[in-house]
């Protein structure tokens, strides 16, 4: 990959960290599934905007694995990092970790992947990346 690819996918990594109140979760006491695909799209879309300082959309999710509930009570960090570059597109991968406030555990409890588009601005695809 080239040199300079690299170094904008390193340096566009991102990261958000989150509490999980009572006004983000379901009758389960655990966050919605909508809120934390809300967060990642969010993240994603930081961490493609950083990588290419261009206008980007949201085209596609590729699959989302809830490993674990996230519980109420609990911060999460959102890490956001690009994986695949395109002419006119790149992918983002973001994990959610979840760790509870008062102990020292951390675990990974979803995982997705988000496919952007840079636009010019007529709104049509642009070149990612000059």
Not at 66 to 73: D, N, S
Request: some cysteine; glycine content about 4%.
């Amino acid at each position: 990959m080239d040199q300079n690819i690299q170094k904008r996918i390193e340096s566009s990594q991102t990261h958000i960290f989150k509490a999980v109140f009572p006004n983000t979760t379901n009758h389960y006491d655990t966050l919605f599934g909508g809120t934390a695909l809300q967060l990642m799209d969010e993240a994603s879309f930081i961490c493609a905007t950083r990588f290419s300082r261009k206008k980007v959309v949201t085209v596609s999710t590729g699959q989302i694995d809830f490993t674990k509930p996230i519980p109420q009570g609990t911060l999460v960090e959102l890490i956001a990092r690009v994986i695949k570059v395109g002419t006119s597109s790149c992918v983002v991968q973001v994990d959610i970790f979840m760790e509870n406030m008062y102990e020292d555990i951390r675990e990974k409890a979803v995982t997705g992947v988000f496919t952007f588009v840079a636009i010019d601005d007529e709104k049509k695809p642009a070149s990612i990346i000059d």
